[in-house]
Each structure stands twice: as C-alpha cells, then as structure tokens.
C-alpha cells in the first residue's frame, strides 16, 4: 500500500500496531458505552453505520451493543487492526484502506468518526470532509481533540502528528445542509467513564 502523507505511513505502520495494545480491553468498552450513549442520544433510527478509522472496532463494539442488529462498516488502514476488526464486523464491510482513498459506495444512518481527524494531514481535510458526507445518510458524529483555531502540538515524542481544530464547525460551513443537533465534552479524570478529553459533536442532515 503506497501513501500520499506521512501520516498514513506513520498508522499504517509499527506505531499503529503499537497503538493496538494501548486500546481495548473491558474498561474501553465500558468508557464507549457510556460515551456513545449519550453522543447518540438525540439521533433516531440508525440501522446503518460506518466508521471512518475504526481500528480493531472498540467503538463499534459498543454501538453493536447498543444498537442490536445495526448493519457496521468501518475503515482502517492498518493491516493488523483490520485483521482483528473482521472479527467484530463483517468481513466484507471492512474496507482496510486508507481514508483518503475511500470512495464511498452508499449511504449510512449514522457515519462517525473519533480521534481519527486529528491525525490526518491538514492539507488533506477538505476532502476527508467531503467523503463523511457523501458517506451520510442522516446522522454525522465527529469526536476528536477541540480547539477553535488550528493548532499542531507535539504526540507521544513526534511532530505533525496531531492537530486540533474545529472539525465539526468546518464541516457545517463547507456542508450547510448539515446542522447540529447536540454536543458534550468527556473528560480524562472521569472517576467512572474516562475518555480523553474529546468533545463530540453529532450532526443532522437536513
């Protein structure tokens, strides 16, 4: 698989194997269940969806749960995520590519993505943008780091490898038939259910 950014490269390869290791288990889906409860709460008949970098499918475990029988999708670039995520969904409703190879096929309920864009080259955005929409039936959910102006900083001892924006409100001013509908904010010292610090933002198509 040949890539376009370094950022792909830098998932595709050793640090998102790594990457694995640090997110799953028990307390994750617990965390994902509390989360996706309410990020969700607003949105009504989802019967699809599709996860834009959904790695070996811990949020997709708990929208599972939570949504008996919705149909999944996913995206993934890394091989070994990939491998693992085939076992949460179906096989063939995981497109093991990068996103901004993707070309979407068909519409979902609900498409979402979390913690996904702040990996992605800036340069790039407009058109991972526009493949989300294109991906959406109704229902668009966009969790990732929070900041009004775009920021680069530092991640785990490498450069240009993250970035903080307002995705959701960049994707309502290049989309305007989308609006929102709900927001919130989970916090890394939940005592309960801790996530790391995404705000989330759940958004219509109207």
Not at 54 to 76: R, T
Not at 138 to 166: M, Q
Not at 172 to 190: I, N, Q, S, T, W
């Amino acid at each position: 698989m040949t890539f376009k950014t370094e950022q792909e490269a830098f998932w595709a390869g050793e640090f998102g194997n790594d990457y694995i290791a640090r997110n799953q288990g028990d307390a994750l889906l617990a965390s994902n269940l509390d989360f996706f409860s309410k990020a969700l709460r607003a949105a009504r008949g989802i019967k699809s969806c599709i996860e834009f970098g959904a790695n070996i499918g811990m949020n997709l475990k708990a929208i599972q749960l939570l949504h008996p029988g919705i149909k999944a999708s996913a995206i993934e670039i890394n091989d070994a995520a990939a491998t693992q995520l085939r076992q949460v969904i179906a096989s063939e409703n995981v497109h093991n590519t990068s996103i901004l190879d993707f070309e979407p096929a068909r519409t979902h309920d609900l498409v979402m993505i979390k913690g996904v864009l702040i990996h992605i080259n800036p340069n790039e955005l407009p058109q991972v943008y526009d493949k989300l929409v294109a991906s959406c039936g109704r229902y668009l959910l966009v969790a990732e780091y929070y900041n009004p102006a775009p920021v680069t900083i530092p991640y785990r001892g490498h450069s240009d490898r993250l970035f903080k924006r307002d995705f959701a409100g960049e994707i309502m001013e290049r989309h305007p038939e989308f609006k929102l509908v709900d927001y919130g904010f989970a916090y890394r010292r939940d005592p309960n259910f801790p996530q790391d610090d995404i705000t989330w933002f759940l958004m219509e198509k109207v």
